[in-house]
């Protein structure tokens, strides 16, 4: 496609249940990262593929957080039994190779845990 | 562990001052620091910066590196109200095969009439 998409832009979900949240990269674009961005704070790394693999998951911040990424494209990251400080915007990203270019994002997704 | 940092963390200038903002990184074999602007969700992309001293400008923007002191400063000229934004900065380590962006917090600027 002609940038990120990401789905839903918007999610309103009970603590507790379980939401997956998917990202669509610019095609051709091998490298993935999830981020994580709470209101007025900066941008939290979570999860970086390259390709189907995940050389870097040092970010995501317990074992409710799990992603994977299938045929080298679109990315689902699925939290499991939501917490209310998970409410955060989501950002996917994209770049063509991993390493020294730019990365693109996506217009992310609202999640509030209520 | 990773850390960049940014200041001021948020500013409120007239518009057609001029503005920088600045950015000090530490991170494991650094290889490029980026600059995006953030007016809603979306960090739209400014500049990537690999070697130091070597300005990059675009417009009323311009950003430089200095790789020996560990930082990079961001100025806008002339500012507009459309300038208001948050701008992040983001270096770019490589470990191994892995390779991501850490991002500073952001600094608001805020300008206006």
């Known amino acids: 496609g002609a940038g990120v998409s990401q789905s839903p832009s918007n999610k309103v979900t009970e603590k507790g249940k379980d939401v997956e949240l998917r990202c669509d990269p610019i095609?051709?674009?091998?490298?993935l990262y999830w981020y994580r961005q709470s209101l007025g704070q900066g941008l939290e790394f979570l999860i970086y593929?390259?390709?189907?693999?995940?050389?870097?998951k040092s970010g995501l911040p317990s074992d409710r957080f799990s992603a994977e990424r299938t045929g080298g494209s679109v990315s689902t990251l699925t939290i499991q039994r939501t917490q209310q400080e998970d409410s955060a915007v989501y950002l996917c990203?994209?770049?063509?190779?991993?390493?020294?270019?730019?990365?693109?994002f996506g217009e992310g997704s609202w999640l509030t845990v209520v | 562990e990773d850390k960049v940092v940014q200041s001021p963390l948020s500013l409120v200038v007239h518009e057609g001052d001029t503005v920088t903002l600045n950015c000090s990184y530490e991170?494991?074999?650094?290889?490029?620091l980026l600059w995006y602007k953030q007016e809603k969700k979306a960090p739209t992309f400014l500049f990537m910066l690999?070697?130091?001293?070597i300005e990059k400008k675009s417009g009323r923007l311009s950003s430089i590196l200095d790789k020996k002191e560990l930082f990079s400063i961001l100025n806008i000229t002339a500012t507009q109200t459309g300038d208001s934004a948050v701008y992040l900065c983001?270096?770019?380590?490589?470990?191994?095969?892995?390779?991501?962006?850490?991002f500073g917090t952001g600094t608001r600027l805020q300008v206006t009439l």
């Open positions: 990203a994209s770049s063509l190779v991993a390493g020294g270019n730019t990365i693109y």
């Open positions: 095609s051709g674009h091998t490298a």
């Open positions: 593929f390259q390709g189907n693999s995940a050389p870097d």
């Open positions: 991170v494991t074999n650094f290889r490029s």
């Open positions: 690999t070697s130091s001293g």
């Open positions: 983001a270096a770019r380590g490589n470990t191994g095969t892995a390779s991501k962006l850490t």
